[in-house]
């Protein structure tokens, strides 16, 4: 019997146990462990309540932890203040870590811990209810906001913060912050890039649903789409650049609107200061609030970049959403490439000082980084798999436990498993009908482990959690 311990059950960890099943090895027992205690990972708290038909993919990984072979243990920290990485390999012939990217990159300018300012993913980790979400006053009292970054996420965001609450109440998005968005007054939201509209790294699709939102209008400076030699002449972009270059054409050549909320598309402009609002040069006292973000004008350098031309704007905000990227972060007991946020690796195989470490993996965004979209993880577990499984002969001779789970409990670890996990939904359920909606996630560690217990799940009165803000996507 082939024992594999998956750590994160988010579609990397997903389409790894996947493959595992599929592999055709008879005697085979894979267990997803999750630090917390539901299942999914990005696709639970990094999706926007607005993507039903990408939320629905839950349903594709469910089958999977679903099948006989597979369980599913909840709630259970590996790492500092858990379970050591060099224990969990004493209990599996094979660990796989699909640990995602657990934190975000910094702009590194000054004035960006002013309140007012905060991380893209810290905003969807609050609207998607994710447990470790420390603050539910995104939204309060701002009336302008920017989103730095021209992905799929700050496109998310600007809708979030666009939408109305008509909109969102029929999604799974928590009471406290469907009542705070409701509640907003932002009614100008300028999302801004660095480079031009050709590089942008939103997909067409997100893009377009900006100009589908009620009572919004989009707003693209034609003048300044022209500094990009790639928008004047798209014709030796990809597909999907030109079909951008559209959209934003199209904007651009609409009469203005009258509409209660603006979406302003910006580009070329490189943030180098946000100010606060009892000082204009930026250098407020402590606790001071933002109230603007000074861009200086970029212009393309010939060789895919950009270059500063020493021409400064400030764009009113009193909310702040930075969204430059997911980064990796180390792990206890593994080696990592704290230049590229990755785990060192050899197809999957950890490498440990350029030799490869027998039974250690990894799969997702901590071996290849953040990139792709959801489906990318399922290539990439499947190149990991194929090495354990040719790894496997080996592997099995090693001795461990006939059940882990037994030795994990000893230890004196509960896991939230399965039962707990769908005690979990019938109380998501549950609150949904008594505030008149569908589904409603619970918002904190206190109501997912009571309700794992209320369950009949035996989950310890306190799990060992990482306060670490954010989901970690994998």
């Known amino acids: 019997m ?77 790492g500092p203040d858990g379970l050591p990485t060099a224990r969990l390999r004493e209990l599996y012939h094979a660990v796989v870590y699909c640990v995602g990217a657990a934190t975000d990159r910094h702009l590194g300018v000054p004035g960006e811990e002013l309140s007012g300012s905060w991380s893209a993913t810290e905003f969807v980790s609050w609207y998607s209810a994710h447990p470790d979400s420390v ?10 906001a920017v989103v730095i970054g021209v992905g799929n996420v700050a496109v998310d965001v600007t809708r979030m913060l666009a939408r109305g609450a008509a909109e969102l109440s029929p999604t799974d998005m928590p009471q406290t912050a469907l009542t705070a968005l409701a509640a907003s007054k932002v009614t100008e939201i300028s999302m801004v890039g660095r480079r031009g509209p050709s590089q942008a790294r939103f997909t067409t699709k997100e893009l377009r649903e900006l100009g589908s939102l009620p009572d919004t209008e989009v707003v693209v400076d034609p003048e300044e789409l022209t500094l990009d030699p790639e928008y004047v002449d798209p014709s030796a972009l990809p597909a999907a650049q030109r079909r951008n270059v559209e959209v934003l054409r199209g904007w651009a050549a609409a009469p203005p609107q009258d509409r209660a909320r603006r979406i302003r598309l910006r580009f070329f402009l490189r943030p180098v200061e946000l100010l606060a609002d009892d000082d204009a040069c930026g250098s407020g006292s402590e606790g001071a609030a933002v109230s603007a973000v000074r861009f200086e004008r970029t212009v393309p350098d010939g060789r895919g970049g950009v270059t500063g031309t020493g021409r400064y704007e400030d764009i009113e905000a009193q909310l702040v959403l930075r969204s430059v990227g997911y980064r990796g972060v180390p792990l206890e ?142």
């Open 333 to 474: 007991g593994l080696p990592f490439d704290a230049e590229h946020g990755t785990v060192p690796h050899l197809a999957g195989r950890v490498l440990r000082e350029g030799v490869v470490a027998p039974g250690e993996y990894v799969a997702g965004w901590i071996k290849r980084g953040p990139t792709g979209v959801i489906g990318t993880n399922r290539p990439c577990a499947k190149e990991t798999v194929a090495s354990l499984l040719e790894d496997a002969p080996e592997l099995v001779r090693r001795e461990v436990p006939a059940d882990p789970l037994a030795a994990l409990r000893a230890a004196g670890v509960a896991p939230v498993e399965w039962a707990g996990w769908e005690a979990i939904e019938r109380a998501e359920a549950e609150l949904g009908a008594s505030l008149g909606r569908g589904v409603v996630k619970l918002p904190d560690w206190t109501s997912l482990l009571a309700a794992a217990r209320a369950g009949g799940c035996s989950v310890a009165a306190s799990v060992s959690v990482s306060r670490r803000s954010g989901a970690s996507p994998s």
């Open 135 to 144: 603050t539910d006053g995104f939204a309060l009292g701002a009336r302008s």
């Open 2 to 78: 082939l024992h594999v311990a998956v750590v994160g059950s988010g579609p990397s960890g997903v389409y790894t146990a996947q493959s595992l099943v599929q592999s055709g090895l008879p005697e085979l027992r894979v267990d997803v462990l999750d630090r917390l205690p539901c299942p999914y990972g990005l696709v639970r708290y990094g999706v926007a309540p607005d993507h039903e038909k990408i939320k629905s993919l839950q349903n594709n990984l469910r089958a999977v932890l679903e099948d006989e072979r597979v369980r599913f243990l909840g709630g259970v920290q590996v």
